[in-house]
């Protein structure tokens, strides 16, 4: 059974970075492609960057520049560094994993692979 798991949300003051933690077990990490996800109150649910094996990460115009995926095979772990926050990065973060076509298309919907969630509140 695969299970993501991911850990480092917290609060934030503004400009202040964060890193995100997705554990991956249970698959094999370098066959699907990767996904970091936010949701904010009353939102839908966006993709923030994804990245696969082979390719270059993909990012929401809303963090570029500011954020950064990487995977460590080593440790079937993908990472989500959060720099320059702002207040509205505020949300639950998600990881998950599944076919590059459902992340990039916006059928996330079809994604059955998900992690938990952690939340990230920025404020001062």
């Known amino acids: 059974q695969v299970q993501l798991v991911e850990s480092g949300g917290g609060l934030m003051q503004p400009g202040g970075s964060l890193r995100l933690s997705c554990v991956v077990s249970?698959?094999?990490?370098?066959?699907?492609?990767m996904g970091w996800y936010r949701q904010a109150p009353g939102k839908e649910r966006e993709l923030v960057t994804s990245?696969?094996?082979?390719?270059?990460?993909n990012y929401a115009d809303s963090v570029k520049g500011r954020f950064t995926i990487s995977r460590d095979s080593a440790k079937n772990t993908v990472y989500l560094q959060m720099n320059s926050l702002r207040p509205e990065d505020t949300a639950v973060y998600y990881c998950?994993?599944?076919?590059?076509?459902?992340?990039?298309?916006?059928?996330?919907?079809?994604?059955?692979?998900w992690g938990q969630g952690t939340l990230v509140t920025v404020s001062s």
């Open positions: 998950a994993q599944g076919p590059l076509y459902y992340m990039e298309f916006g059928l996330y919907r079809h994604l059955e692979v």
């Open positions: 990245i696969t094996s082979g390719g270059p990460a």
């Open positions: 249970g698959s094999s990490f370098s066959l699907n492609a």
